[in-house]
Nanobody, 115 residues
Framework: QVQVVESGGGLVQPGGSLRLSCAASRTFFRINWYRQAPGKERELVARITSGSATNYADSVKGRFTISRDNAKNTVYLQMNNLKPEDTAVYHC????????????WGQGTQVTVSS
């Protein structure tokens, strides 16, 4: 079993920034950040592999940056120039080897972008 803890969400004005953290209790080979807004499907926002390869949703390219600190088994999602449409619950999904194909999930952290 892997524990996953997200933090860093909150209320921010449009154009502001937040940094989310995802801490895993062991090493991982990939971490995905998803988000889900009320009434919408879950969306893959960004992901990073053990080799630090990254991918981003088109909606966040140029505004969000995902990075990792291997010593801390932690991944960060730096979110800049936030927009109201970024409002959602953000979830961290940790994939390990060995481990279940669906990975491990955190409890989620709320991000609200509003003036």
């Amino acid at each position: 079993q892997v524990q996953v803890v997200e933090s860093g969400g909150g209320l921010v004005q449009p154009g502001g920034s937040l940094r989310l953290s995802c801490a895993a209790s062991r090493t991982f080979f990939r971490i995905n950040w998803y988000r889900q807004a009320p009434g919408k499907e879950r969306e893959l926002v960004a992901r990073i592999t053990s080799g630090s390869a990254t991918n981003y949703a088109d909606s966040v390219k140029g505004r969000f940056t995902i990075s990792r600190d291997n010593a801390k088994n932690t991944v960060y999602l730096q979110m800049n120039n936030l927009k109201p449409e970024d409002t959602a619950v953000y979830h961290c999904n940790v994939l390990t080897v060995p481990g279940p194909p669906e990975g491990y999930w955190g409890q989620g952290t709320q991000v609200t972008v509003s003036s």
